[in-house]
Structures are given as structure tokens and as C-alpha cells.
């Protein structure tokens, strides 16, 4: 985003009209300078800074103003890091969208492990930052971010003195029950697809060849409805190979996919409850059966008809049956194929 929203109630604020002449300049600067990330946070150089103001401001003179803003609380600078958070800057310069929203989750990505992700993390959550629904993709980018570093010890959750904590905090970190709950999940999905190859498989069913992702995550959905493979499930891929038409005695052939059973919450439960066990079979349209006075000959002197390819193979004598010529045989078979093929 190549602009900066500033509410121009900003010169009322009493606050903001006690700073000195360089702390103003400095809190402008901060907001719209050219290494800003869009969301309030973002790693600032000392050198770039002066670059960016070497006709404005001295190296002293900076670094004084900036320490003027972080006592009034408008931001906060880790100088491990060299980290800048605008404490209010997505109140006014909020999220508009989903795609913005990952947009701007990825830059925070790239940001070192400042203790202020912690701290914007909270701020995210408070009601008075506007669109707080498109937040919802931030904060579960940040928790992975935390998750991550904490694991390894590389980061403490800390809160900036003097900001206030809220009575019941946001709920961001999985806890370790959740995180195991998850792992037996994703271990029943396997679970889950093999059996359907162990029984279905075996029995002539299409195989599951490859845990692609789709049908991990459809598993994990039938999983949560009905958690027991061994019962359950193996129940509903019995009961289809004892059913005829799911295993494709029907008109079109179709036979029970895996991806089908649990495509949703009614097929499992419409192969248990006998659905599909006494669906009447339309029978198979036999192949149109040509009868033409052609095809037979009568022997005058038996009385017999005879079919045309018996007479062919025994050459009756004229006495008893007049054969064909070789054009007449051939015209008579391309026609009866064609009405086959019909």
C-alpha cells in the first residue's frame, strides 16, 4: 500500500500536542516511511532512518524523539531487533479484505523474533481495531510464528511494560491435549484409508493409492462424526461388499469409490440403513437379434428351414436349397451388423 491513513483529530489529542516539534516529525515519518510494512511493524535501520531525514533531523536529535514517542506509549522500538510498532496504526489504517489480510500475514513472516509480535498479536484482538473479523488470518499466522519460536526457546511472550494485559487473554496457542488430539486425528485418517483398501480393495473396489490432502482433510470431518474405525467404519465397508449394486451390478456399472463414501455424512449412513440393498436392477438390453427370411432356407425335400450359415457349410444341392451367391451372403451380413450396432 503506497499510502497512510492519519485521522485529523490526531492535532486534538492532547497527547500528541504535548510532544515537541521533532517527536511530531519523527511519529509522520514513522508512519509513512518508506520501509514500513503496511501493518505498524516493521524493522527500521538506524542509518536508513537518517538517510530518509538528513535534512530534517541529526542522528541525535532522532533517536531523542523516538525515545519522546515510546514514553507516551504511540510506539514501541526493540533495539535488538530494530523493530518499530505503532501501537494504533490498524485503527486507522485497517484490513479490508481476506487477501489483504494474508498480504499483510506474510510480511510478518519476514520480521525477526521481535517480543512485539506478541504484543501486536494482542492489540489485534481489542474491539476498537476496525474490520476485527479479517483479523482472524493474522492472528492464526502469528501463532504459528510464536508456536514456532518458543519451541526453540528463541522467544519469551512478553507484553511492553505499562500495556495493559486483558483479563482473559485471546486464545492463540494450542494446548498440548489439542496439539495430540490433532496428531491421533491425522493418524486415523491413514487409518481409515487403509482399512478401505484392506477390505474394499481386497474385495475388487477401486484402491486408495495416494493420502492426497482433500482426502486427509474429508477423512478428519467423517472422523469427527464417527470416531470409531473398528466398528463404525469397518461396519459400513463390509456392509458394501455385500451389497450388489456397490459393487457395480447395476445398469451403469458403477461401483462404490472411497472418495464417494465419504464425500459426505449420508452415504456412510445410507449403505448402513440398507439404502442401496434391494434397488432393482434394470436388466441389460440385449443385443437387437435380426430374424430375416434370408437368413433361413427350407429344404424342399425335409421340410427343414436351415440357417443360412448351416446351409453354407453342407452346400445342400439345388434340390434343396438354392444357395446364395457370394454378393447376396455379403450385402445380408453387412446389414445384420448394422442393425446390431444399433
Known sequence: MNYRKIFVKIWADPTFQNLSKNAKIVFFYLMTSPHSNGIGLYVLQDGYALVDLEKTLTGEEYKEARGELAEVKMIQFDEEYSVVFIKNFLRYNSITSPKHAVGVAKKILDLPPTKFIDVFRYWITQPEIKNFAQNECLISVIDKILKSKRRNHALEPQIEEGT?????????????????????????????IQAWNS???????????????????????????????????????????????????????????YDWVVANQENALGILEGKYDNIRQSKARPKLQVVAKDL???????????????????????ACFKPMNPDQIKDLLSKIGKEIKK
Not at 474429508?218 to 451389497?243: C, G, M, S
Open 164 to 192: 495493559e494485559e486483558p483479563e482473559n487473554p485471546p486464545e492463540g496457542e494450542r494446548t498440548e491435549e489439542e496439539e495430540v488430539a490433532d496428531q491421533k486425528l491425522l493418524q486415523d485418517a491413514h487409518q481409515l
Open 296 to 318: 433361413w432356407g427350407t429344404c424342399p425335400k425335409c421340410g427343414k428351414e436351415t440357417l443360412l450359415e448351416d446351409l453354407k457349410k453342407f452346400e445342400c444341392c439345388p
Open 199 to 257: 477390505i474394499c480393495t481386497d474385495a475388487g473396489l477401486p484402491e486408495v493409492r495416494e493420502a492426497i490432502p482433500s482426502r486427509i482433510q474429508k477423512a478428519k470431518i467423517r472422523l469427527r462424526e464417527n470416531p470409531d474405525i473398528h466398528t463404525y467404519w469397518v461396519q459400513v465397508f463390509q456392509k458394501i461388499i455385500q451389497t450388489p449394486f456397490l459393487m457395480g451390478e447395476n445398469d451403469r456399472g458403477w461401483r462404490a469409490t
